[in-house]
């Protein structure tokens, strides 16, 4: 596997306040991806990481922001949460040029509750 | 746009055979197929390319029909360790190098003994 810690694990938190979720790394890959999971969607594609400082939008981004200041970290930080972003969330690795041919790797995720 | 996969369901008894079709309106480059034990992480099982040869892995394998843009996993002789959400993640041709892919929304499969 490719090393991939997700923290928190589990959150509950208020409507309105911040959230930051990370994940790490240990297996140098390039790409890193965030998705939430909710029923009846399958995964969807928040943001993504090309490299150290490089991120860019995913298919579901609004409300969402990110950061990668280190290879092995990427942040999702929700700047003021709503329950409509209640989810699991999961990170994933890729390595290589974000080559076709290779898998995502995928942490244990993140069960975010917004009351 | 998001692949669509079918069926949603299916229950199988250990032993029995199933299909699970993914399909896409856009021409396809490359289909990855994941599996999702509730709870759990999804685990990458395969990967196909267009052009590319049939994959297996232990008695799960897939197929990519390039004129259908659609991709079958079959679930053969089926355990109950194949128990779990399956998903399709999909890159379609001419979009960018990036490895990003549309997933579809799964389907669920339940083996019983």
């Known amino acids: 596997d490719a090393g991939i810690t997700q923290s928190p694990r589990h959150k509950v938190t208020e409507t309105g306040t911040p959230v930051t979720l990370r994940c790490h790394q240990t297996?140098?890959?390039?790409?890193m991806y965030w998705y939430r999971q909710d029923p009846g969607h399958g995964l969807r594609l928040i943001h993504y990481?090309?490299?150290?400082?490089?991120?860019d939008k995913g298919e579901v981004s609004d409300g969402y922001s990110v950061s990668r200041s280190k290879t092995e970290d990427f942040l999702l930080t929700l700047e003021s949460a709503t329950s409509s972003q209640t989810s699991v969330y999961f990170c994933?690795?890729?390595?290589?040029?974000?080559?076709?041919?290779?898998?995502?790797?995928f942490g244990d995720g993140t069960r975010l509750s917004i009351l | 746009q998001q692949p669509v996969q079918s069926p949603q369901a299916v229950i199988l008894r250990e032993g029995e055979d199933a299909v699970i079709n993914c399909s896409s309106s856009?021409?396809?480059?490359?289909v990855h197929w994941y599996r999702q034990k509730h709870g759990e992480a999804p685990v990458f099982l395969m990967i196909l390319l267009k052009g590319g040869e049939q994959k297996g892995h232990e008695k799960i394998s897939a197929s990519f029909n390039e004129k259908k843009q659609q991709s079958s996993l079959y679930l053969t002789a089926s355990q109950l360790s194949y128990s779990g959400t399956y998903f399709c993640?999909?890159?379609?041709?001419?979009?960018?190098?990036?490895?990003?892919?549309?997933f579809g929304a799964g389907t669920q499969v339940v083996v019983t003994p």
């Open positions: 994933a690795t890729q390595m290589s040029q974000g080559d076709s041919n290779q898998p995502q790797h």
């Open positions: 856009k021409a396809l480059y490359s």
């Open positions: 990481s090309y490299g150290v400082k490089d991120t």
């Open positions: 993640g999909t890159k379609s041709e001419g979009t960018d190098s990036w490895g990003k892919l549309q």
């Open positions: 297996e140098n890959h390039r790409y």
